[in-house]
């Protein structure tokens, strides 16, 4: 089970190390269960630093470039993620995809760089609320998995950890129901099987919370969530962990 943390453009080094004392109190280490941490990327080494006794915590960047080096203002490369202790990346957020115009094209970029680098792709997608009222889910998401994922060595497909975010969720305190959520993932999970990956890891996102994070998860096809606002204060991630955690589907 993976509880991913995406603390977008909020928490400094100081603020980081200080959620990171009270978070590790309030949260034993527990086999099976792994805790991500997507910290802007000035607050990366902070963080990983913070968590490094901790072996169930990865830290990871929010967004990365696909050239490894080079004339790119502003970007960051997964060589210097890595080199600044990043094991994960996310890929193709919606924010990145809506507020950024990031492409499919540019997500499979992305996606190639992170696996060529070693790193665990996070690759978000889900649906728009015009998309989602159109009744085209289903479709949309296929599209952006199949852009980035197809034709690719089943290896590869196999260390892709999928987040499906609809995106009139996310931020918004709406959510999909535990059902509509898992028709989504078993979509996911059947085309990644299809393109050949060996029991692939589906996560849900988009305004969980302690209240609703233990019917979500106790859905077999949830394999855990990708959380924003919820992850910002440790006492609230702590409880979105614990409780997701007693209320999970066995196996
Ligand atoms: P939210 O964000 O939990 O604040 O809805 C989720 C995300 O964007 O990953």
């Not at 094209?105 to 070693?118: I, N, Y």
């Amino acid at each position: 089970m993976i509880f991913a943390a995406n603390w977008k453009m909020n928490m400094s080094p100081v603020e980081a190390r200080r959620f990171a004392q009270a978070f590790l109190q309030a949260v034993p280490l527990e086999a099976h269960r792994e805790i991500w941490f997507f910290p802007p990327a000035v607050t990366l080494a902070a963080a990983v630093a913070a968590f490094r006794r901790r072996p169930d915590v990865r830290c990871g960047v929010q967004d990365v470039h696909w050239e490894s080096s080079g004339a790119f203002t502003g970007a960051i490369s997964v060589p210097l993620a890595a080199s600044a202790g990043a094991t994960v990346a996310l890929v193709g957020h919606s924010e990145r995809r809506h507020l950024f115009g990031e492409s499919d094209e540019d997500t499979r970029k992305k996606v190639t760089a992170v696996l060529s680098g070693q790193l665990t792709p996070l690759l978000c997608v889900g649906e728009t609320l015009g998309e989602r009222e159109r009744g085209d889910t289903m479709a949309v998401v296929l599209r952006q998995l199949e852009a980035a994922l197809h034709g690719r060595d089943p290896e590869e497909v196999s260390r892709v950890v999928v987040a499906y975010e609809p995106v009139w969720a996310i931020g918004t305190g709406q959510n999909a129901t535990p059902d509509d959520a898992a028709r989504v993932h078993a979509l996911v999970r059947a085309t990644l099987e299809g393109l050949g990956a060996s029991s692939p890891q589906v996560l849900y996102g988009g305004s969980v919370k302690p209240e609703n994070v233990g019917a979500l998860l106790a859905q077999r096809e949830v394999d855990g969530v990708l959380v924003g606002g919820a992850s910002l204060d440790s006492a609230t991630w702590a409880d979105v962990v614990l409780q997701g955690s007693s209320a999970a589907a066995p196996g």
